[in-house]
Every structure is written in C-alpha cells, then in structure tokens.
C-alpha cells in the first residue's frame, strides 16, 4: 500500500494541539511525497456562525470548502503544510451535532485517504461511555490507518 493522500481532520476543538497535528502530518506524508488533505467538520451551528464571522452575504453560494479555507484553524494548518513544501488542499464538511466522527470518515472515504490524522484528548472510560469520542468513533470506523494525535 502506498502513501499518496493523507487526510487531516480537525475541529474547533483542536485549536490547542494543531502544533503536534501538523508535525505528525507532515512527518508522515513527507517522506512518502504524499498529498494531505485538511477537513474541518464544523457542527450546524457552528458553520451558521463562522459564516457570519467571515461577512459572507447568506445569499452567496459558498461551499464549506471555502468557508473551511478562510477558517483560522485549518488556514494555521494549510501555512504549516506549506512552509514543509507540502502539497495540500482544503475541505469542509458540515455535521449534525454529535455526528463528526462519521463524516470524517466519508471524507476519508470520498477523498481516497490512505492515512488519517485526527486529535483527541486523554478522557476516562466513563466519559468515553457518557459523552462518546469523536477520535473513537473514527478509529473504529476508518476506511484506512488512523493516526491518534492526542493532546496533553
């Protein structure tokens, strides 16, 4: 199997690890010449939101891949990406609440992902059991090898 699409996933909540993502991205499809993709799946809301953040007229069509683009959490990853001359482009995806995990990996899918990265955090087996894990839901489910960048 060869290395040619790494996928990178992030949410809003990853802001205090893209550091350790896009080292662990860039060490792994560098080598490999590989193509990373970076995905932001924003819940609903939270799309609706940043949206409006950004000026965009509601009547504009402009897809989540242009919203992703312009988003400071993956535009910080994209800058990253390319100061390690690494090829890359953009994705958004948009998620009801509580549902990430599963359109990260139909990204994965729908972008031929050889590799997933995602971050996580460190929680207790009764957290996992009352608030699920976005992070697990995707390793369990992936079309492909996880990556498992976990915060501090």
Not at 53 to 71: G, M
């Amino acid at each position: 199997m060869g290395l040619d699409t790494v996928v990178v996933a992030v949410g809003s909540g990853d802001e205090d690890r893209l550091e350790e993502i896009v080292e662990a991205a860039t060490d792994l499809a560098g080598p490999a010449g590989a193509t990373i993709r970076l995905v932001h799946v924003f819940e609903t809301d939270e799309y609706d939101r940043i949206r409006g953040q950004l000026d965009i007229d509601a009547a504009d069509e402009v897809s989540p891949d242009e919203v992703a683009k312009r988003h400071v959490t993956i535009r910080k990853l994209g800058d990253a990406v390319d100061a390690a001359g690494l090829t890359h482009s953009w994705h958004g995806r948009i998620s009801d609440a509580g549902n990430q995990g599963g359109e990260i990996v139909t990204a994965a899918s729908d972008l031929g992902a050889d590799l997933l990265v995602v971050g996580g955090r460190r929680r207790s087996p009764t957290g996992k059991a009352v608030f699920g894990s976005t992070a697990q839901d995707v390793m369990l489910n992936a079309p492909c090898p996880v990556t498992f960048v976990r915060a501090e």
